[in-house]
């Protein structure tokens, strides 16, 4: 078995070009086409993580939103509930007043009615005086 070297160099030579054909037929757009489409996950991947940071923030300002909200909430009910008290206190007062006012002037009704039953008794009782008078007389 002899080596050849016109055989080895021509090997040599098509193994050579065979790798620039392949390199520049398979490999350079294969890995070019690896590396857009590393590219287009490695953004995909940035694009998720800044939504889910905005998710997060949307999901923190709801619940600093609901937290307000039960606290303005819960404000408006004691001030509601205040109010009530000062409404029901007011017309407890005012009902008093308005009872107290009632009963002064049903006393002074029934001071002008016994006053007017007392001049109207004066008369009668003088009526009779005259006459049972008037009966002893005759």
Same mark, same amino acid.
């Given at each position: 078995? #002899?080596?050849?070297?016109?055989?080895?160099?021509?090997?040599?030579?098509?193994?050579?070009?065979? /790798?620039?054909?392949?390199?520049?037929?398979?490999?350079?757009?294969?890995?070019?086409?690896?590396?857009?489409?590393?590219?287009?996950?490695?953004?995909?991947?940035?694009?998720?993580?800044?939504?889910?940071?905005?998710?997060?923030?949307?999901?923190?300002?709801?619940?600093?939103?609901?937290?307000?909200?039960?606290?303005?909430?819960?404000?408006?009910?004691?001030?509601?509930?205040?109010?009530?008290?000062?409404?029901?206190?007011?017309?407890?007062?005012? #009902?008093?007043?308005?009872? #107290?006012?009632?009963?002064?002037?049903?006393?002074?009704?029934?001071? /002008?009615?016994?006053?007017? /039953?007392?001049?109207?008794?004066? #008369?009668?009782?003088?009526?009779?005086?005259?006459?049972? /008078?008037?009966?002893?007389?005759?």
């Amino acid at each position: 078995m #002899t080596i050849q070297l016109s055989v080895l160099l021509w090997t040599v030579i098509t193994f050579c070009l065979f /790798i620039v054909v392949i390199n520049r037929l398979l490999l350079k757009p294969m890995l070019a086409f690896m590396d857009q489409r590393q590219a287009r996950i490695d953004r995909a991947a940035e694009k998720a993580a800044e939504h889910k940071q905005a998710m997060e923030e949307a999901e923190q300002k709801i619940a600093d939103f609901h937290l307000e909200e039960n606290r303005h909430q819960a404000q408006c009910a004691k001030e509601a509930v205040e109010r009530a008290h000062s409404e029901a206190a007011a017309l407890a007062g005012e #009902t008093a007043m308005v009872r #107290t006012r009632k009963i002064s002037e049903r006393r002074a009704e029934l001071g /002008i009615e016994h006053l007017e /039953i007392e001049e109207h008794l004066d #008369t009668r009782v003088e009526e009779l005086a005259a006459s049972y /008078i008037s009966t002893l007389v005759s």
